[in-house]
């Protein structure tokens, strides 16, 4: 890997809470690297004006939520949050950060997204001059090659220009990486269709399941929708919230929001945030004033995103979080909302709900270094050598039992 583009950059001084500053000679494109936590709240309104300018219309691309991301769970990481700018103007963010991690029992420096598994999509935000600010974030990157042994930029979109780019920036200048898709991706439902048509889509067997699941509902009470959202009401909901989730076998395997001091950090934090700019909806099927069945979920850009949910296994039997899920539907159509992304994987309770699906793959860059080259050889050459192997060998083994 070529370390020629260290020669575009020009150091300047460093102010406190950066580990990194430089200029572009003749761009006048200027890059920081803060280390500082304090950068959040400091850029927020530069943060927020830049995704309008780009048009970003995801919530997991804002300030508020790398913010609470960072004050739950960043202790074990070393801050590296990028910005890029052009005369002053705020041109583009990089959320980063630099850690230890394992990979294939190999100890090695990652640069990566802000991100971990509560982080559904990660993107660069960057403004409409793409490819320029692109490239130099891309140059930037490089000339700090001798930190880090992979670069690890997780869930991209599909569509996603820092996918695309990074990528054929690489392969132009011949440098190891790879691009890895989960499918079928995550589930979302397309809400053009009116609530009628909609219903019409899902299967007969389904529509009759449903009918006969709302029947047994009411002859045990009275069902309601609760969506909270005013600021007073939001701490005892998540409690509630919190609570139901934490019921079944979410509590058993440790991964219920309250069974994780961190999660529940910030969870708790992200809403708050979201409640003061209105973007907060939590989600409750309520059985005769008691909460069943739990959605948190982010109101963005005429879009719902649902980001948890949880059901009380005591009320099983009803299958609360698929009545629940029918009721958001409904009032989403209603209120004339583009889409409601179900995130996470598509698993069958999802698929039951839609066709569509969002692929979003993973772009890992590896250094020059022994560890990134080996790095490259595990992930790119001998891990899926292995998978077909294993693969091939119930066949063969077939095979060979039926001669």
Known sequence: MSLE???RWTDVTQAPGESSRLREPGTGLEIRSNCNPDIFSQLQPEWDELCARAHVKSPFLECRW?????????KDHQLQLVTIRRSGQLQGVLPLMLSQAWIFGIPCRRLGAISNEHTPRF????SDESKQIHQAAWEYLLARQPEWDILDLPRLPETSETLHLLSRFADERGIRHSIWKKAPGSPWVDMEASWGDYLQQ???GFRKSLRRKFRQLSSAGRYVLETV????AIDQALADGFQIEAKGWKNRSKTAIATQTEALVFYTRLARDLTETGNLRLHFLALDDKRIAFDYSIFRHNRLYSLKSGLDIDHAKHSPGTLLLYLILEKAHGEELLELDLLGTADEFKMQWTRNTRPNPWLLVYSDSIRGR???????RAVPAIKRMIQRFPATMRRKDQT
């Open 374 to 380: 080996l790095l490259f050889l595990l992930k790119v």
């Open 123 to 126: 993107d660069f935000i960057l």
């Open 202 to 204: 899902r299967s007969a």
């Open 5 to 7: 583009s260290t020669e």
């Open 66 to 74: 790398f913010r609470s991301w960072w004050q739950a769970f960043g």
């Open 229 to 232: 959202t005013e600021p007073d």
